[in-house]
């Protein structure tokens, strides 16, 4: 991930195509190992606190990139602690003005910094690495920490798609401010959370499937002098796994579709779209990991003495997952820009006149209305209508459009897969 998403992903996408000419082909073939250095060691979530700086220097046409201090250091960083061949460096760009005393900062900016020698793999000279150490979990991610002492790149390295510098040292941006130029850096890189999304939703089936398969096959107690019956006929175990499993079916369509609209959003880069995207993935890429970390506690515990057992891999799932909340973006400060997002959103709604509002307001509340089941069949409670596919996929329908409508509404959501659950449980098996 760390290769095509993030190195990879910032070069093409931030870039322009002068660095696809040159970077694309080394990094699609592994030749050109690199990372993604934008987390330093007093700034995470924040990234626009972040200090490390890259000067420009017009005498001879390059900039110089600089860790001012021990809280610059770029820190956790993928790659770099033993492949990294290059770093997609993130640095506050600082321009000389006309007073050779004063630099002006132009915002976050990224550059594209050897780190390693092509050849001998020896560190460049001016760079630091040093190994972040034994994690929790993905140990099989050699992640470091880089210290750039005035490292000296081509301006080429700048990757300009966003705002460029000239050879006289004149700065140019196709958007007019720094904030603008900073959301649409961000902006371009989704792409880790789309991702992260979709595999968290991989390890929800695989623990969902390991513990509801174990549930069948094990059994303890039953009714005097019978057999044993299967811990998963006893309404506590379903209540722990059966609604888990319909929310992995519709994490897995909601994340599927999420893929679809990121894929749509790359070919049209249509507004309305970028905005979409960005917003779903954020929310779905805090919800469903937040969900399947504490999912894979669940897990561990319906499976009793034996889930603890290292073979049955609950420890090294969770271990490897547990990070999933926090990198591409921490979960809380994540639903903050989703709940900032809906805000606005709301706003939109009651722009304009009485009579737009009114008609607006109406307009939603009939999509809404329309969109509910019947109320009648929906309350039937008849075998043949419990068991009949269409009234399931209808309620799987309303499940999926309550959680791409309102990623948070979540005691809705789970209201209703629990009742849904609920009744096949107790109507369909009886
Ligand atoms: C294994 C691993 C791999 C990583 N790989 C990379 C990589 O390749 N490249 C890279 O650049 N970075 C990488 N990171 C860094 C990762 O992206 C950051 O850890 C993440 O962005 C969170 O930043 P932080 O650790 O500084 O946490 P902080 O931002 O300090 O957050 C700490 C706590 O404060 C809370 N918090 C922060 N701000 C707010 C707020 N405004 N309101 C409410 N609560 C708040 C958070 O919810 C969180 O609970 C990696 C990290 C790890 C552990």
Redesign the pocket.
Known sequence: M?VCS?WGGSVINLGTKKHRDKYFEGINNLEYLG?????ELH????VQGIQTIATFDPLTDEFVITTPNDGAI??????AAVHGKFATVFAKLMLPTHDSKVVSDMGVHAFIVPIRDLKTHQTLPGVEINDCGH?VG?NG?D?GALRFRDVRIPRDNLLNRFGDVSRDGTYTSPLPTINKRFAATLGELVGGRVGLAYTSVGVLKIAATIAIRYSLIRQQFGPPKQPEISILDYQSQQHKLMPMLASTYAFHFATVNLIKKYAEMKKTHDEQLVADVHALSAGLKSYVTSYTAKSLSVCREACGGHGYAAVNRFGSLRNDHD?FQ????????LL?QVAGDLLKQYQEKFRGGTFAVTWNYLRESMNTYLSQPNPVTSRWEGEDHLRDPKFQLDAFRVIFYLFLKYPLAREYRNFIILSIFYYQTRYIHG
């Open positions: 760390c993030l990372c993604f250095a934008m987390t700034h995470g979530s924040n770029k820190w956790w960083i993928g790659n994690k993905l991610v992640n990070i926090t990198f591409e973006g921490d979960n809380t400060v903050q």
